[in-house]
């Protein structure tokens, strides 16, 4: 277990991502049965990412990702615990088992899927630029300027991306997107490259703000999934035909469109085949 443990810590490093400080003593991910046993599974969500995640009026956390989480409990037949999380602790919670499955806009990808498994996905996610309407950009390839700061958040997906295809643009990273959406609201840098689904959400609390968000299809889409502890194979097939029947009741849909104030932008292709 501590060779294990010492594999994931080294790769998660890999990806960009810092572990946080373990719990004392043994800690692992729990299987479907011993959830069932237990009665409660332990979802790690990030409350900084609304619509997915945030604090209402009565200082409790609601959501996309909070009705999907209790959508799946009730289907377990078990209770929801959910656990704070935020972008840079998301998978190293679940690779140290401090959770059962983590939320939070957890891209499925290559380097992720080094340190742990994915279900299927859950929603699509779509990429563009974030900037003020004073900003000349017009596509993806201006921001390759030494002129230019994008503003990004610390174990973001598209981190590597902009490291390898924008190298002469300055990076400001930052540890959530509300600090990010502030840094470009107080002109602290220029635009920021990530996922636009819930951007017309989140920078409405801007309102003396004009923004302007510039679709980047050339980057492609990429499909967001529940996170868990590699190798936790019951867990993981169950998690897919949950998520093979909401998609296709029409559950998700309905709790994004509850949420988004909108319908998925690019749909996801539901299979019965995992």
Known sequence: ????????????????????????????????????????????????????????????????????????ASKLGVKLEIVQVSAPD?????????VDVVLGGMTRDTLRAKVIDFSVPINSENYGIITREDKSFSKLSDLDNDNITLVQVRGGAVISFIQKNLPKAHLILLDNYNDRDRALAQGRGDASFDRIDSMEYRLKIFPAIKWKIIPSPEFGVT???????????????????????????GMIETLWEKWFLRPMDTKVPVTPYF
């Open 223 to 249: 499909y967001s999934g529940f996170g868990m502890e590699k190798g936790n194979y019951s867990l993981r097939d169950w998690l897919n035909i949950a998520l093979y029947e909401l998609h296709t009741s």
């Open 1 to 72: 277990m501590i060779l294990m443990l010492g594999i994931m810590v080294r790769l998660a490093c890999l990806v960009g991502i810092m572990f946080v400080a373990l719990p004392a003593g043994p800690a692992w991910a729990r299987s479907l049965d011993e959830i069932l046993h237990a009665g409660t599974i332990r979802v790690g969500i990030n409350p900084t990412l609304p619509p997915l995640a945030l604090f209402d009026e009565k200082n409790e956390l609601v959501g996309f990702d909070v009705d999907l989480a209790q959508e799946v």
């Open 90 to 98: 998301r998978v190293p919670f679940v690779a140290s088992g401090r």
